[in-house]
């Protein structure tokens, strides 16, 4: 099914220093593999007039300070801490002036964040999610998306992970509960 540019966006989820840099303190390899995958993808979308979304994780030092529950520094260790280069989308990106870019705190990225009233104020309906990772922020940001009524779709090899397994789960996860999952050569955009 062709997309239409002015009503789709594509979600780069948290392609970062943190996760895609060597020198990220939670770098993963496929997570730096997925940067050309993603360039390539944003650049055919924008191309044809799509909006392009990044997102940063970014966590602000005494976020998780008074936690009773959720702490993602005692899950993962410390990272993408606001204010740093780890916090940064990488530079191998074309982030333009007229590409949005949300900031958010958690794995998923439209919880108290602008996304949503970004993509409603825009006509937007159909999202093409990629970025990092899969399993994590990827997949809980396409969930968030569905049950707000989008259409989110995973683009399978746009996708940085840290073990196979983790991203076969994810895309089957979102395949089969909430979305659909195509790859970068299915992805018609009607230019």
């Given at each position: 099914?062709p997309?239409?540019?002015?009503?789709?966006?594509?979600?780069?989820?948290?392609?970062?220093?943190?996760?895609?840099h060597?020198?990220?303190?939670?770098?993963?390899?496929?997570?730096e593999?997925?940067?050309?995958?993603?360039s390539?993808?944003?650049?055919?979308?924008?191309?044809?007039?799509?909006?392009?979304?990044?997102?940063?994780?970014v966590?602000?030092?005494?976020?998780?300070?008074?936690?009773?529950?959720?702490?993602?520094?005692?899950?993962?260790?410390?990272h993408?801490?606001?204010?740093?280069?780890?916090?940064?989308?990488?530079?191998?990106?074309?982030?333009?002036?007229?590409?949005?870019?949300?900031?958010?705190?958690?794995?998923?990225?439209?919880?108290?964040?602008?996304?949503?009233?970004?993509?409603?104020?825009h006509?937007?309906?159909?999202?093409?999610?990629?970025?990092?990772?899969?399993?994590?922020c990827?997949?809980?940001?396409?969930?968030?998306?569905?049950?707000?009524?989008?259409?989110?779709?995973?683009?399978?090899?746009?996708?940085?992970?840290?073990?196979?397994?983790h991203?076969?789960?994810?895309?089957?996860?979102?395949?089969?509960?909430?979305g659909?999952?195509?790859?970068?050569d299915?992805?018609?955009?009607d230019?």
């Open positions: 099914m997309y239409d540019p002015a009503t789709t966006a594509v979600i780069v989820v948290d392609m970062q220093n943190g996760f895609c060597p020198d990220g303190s939670l770098h993963a390899e496929p997570s593999a997925a940067i050309e995958p993603v390539s993808l944003v650049e055919r979308a924008r191309d044809a007039g799509a909006s392009i979304v990044y997102t940063r994780d966590h602000p030092p005494e976020q998780f300070v008074d936690a009773h529950y959720y702490d993602e520094f005692d899950r993962w260790g410390e993408v801490v606001e204010g740093s280069w780890d916090a940064e989308l990488v530079t191998d990106l074309d982030v333009c002036d007229d590409d949005h870019v949300v900031e958010k705190h958690t794995y998923d990225a439209f919880y108290q964040t602008d996304l949503e009233g970004y993509l409603d104020a006509g937007i309906d159909d999202l093409l999610i990629c970025g990092t990772l899969a399993n994590v990827v997949l809980h940001t396409a969930g968030s998306a569905g049950l707000r009524d989008y259409r989110p779709v995973v683009v399978t090899d746009a996708l940085g992970y840290i073990t196979e397994d991203r076969d789960y994810a895309v089957d996860h979102a395949d089969w509960l909430f659909e999952t195509t790859t970068r299915n992805v018609a955009l230019e």
